[in-house]
């Protein structure tokens, strides 16, 4: 069964770091882009950044660019958001999603894992 897992949220001060993790199984991992979005309460979903299933292309939303930064290990089946200078309006659930177009659309997501901004 196809599952994607995110992890490495908290409270953190502004200011301050984390790094998300997104651990897939169950699909052929290097197949699929990954995102991640996030969520604040009240607020549309929002993509944050994007990483292409050949790892050589990103993208950021202008509200992240410079702080936030989008990866992936292929060996380990993992996708990683490094997120620095936190703010508190960086507050949301974030979302891990893995999906691919060819040879069939498929779209995975995960529960999601809580940042906290906050002094």
């Known amino acids: 069964q196809a599952r994607v897992v995110e992890s490495g949220g908290g409270l953190v001060e502004p200011g301050g770091s984390l790094r998300l993790s997104c651990a897939a199984s169950g699909f052929t991992f290097s197949s699929y882009h990954m995102k991640w979005w996030r969520q604040a309460p009240g607020k549309e979903r929002e993509l944050v950044a994007l990483?292409?299933?050949?790892?050589?292309?990103?993208t950021y939303a202008d509200s992240v660019k410079g702080r936030f930064i989008v990866s992936r290990n292929d060996a380990n089946f993992e996708a990683y958001l490094e997120m620095k200078e936190l703010r508190p309006e960086d507050t949301a659930v974030y979302h891990c999603?893995?999906?691919?177009?060819?040879?069939?659309?498929?779209?995975?997501w995960g529960q999601g894992t809580q940042v906290t901004v906050s002094s």
């Open positions: 990483i292409t299933k050949d790892g050589d292309n990103t």
């Open positions: 999603n893995a999906r691919r177009w060819t040879p069939r659309y498929d779209d995975y």
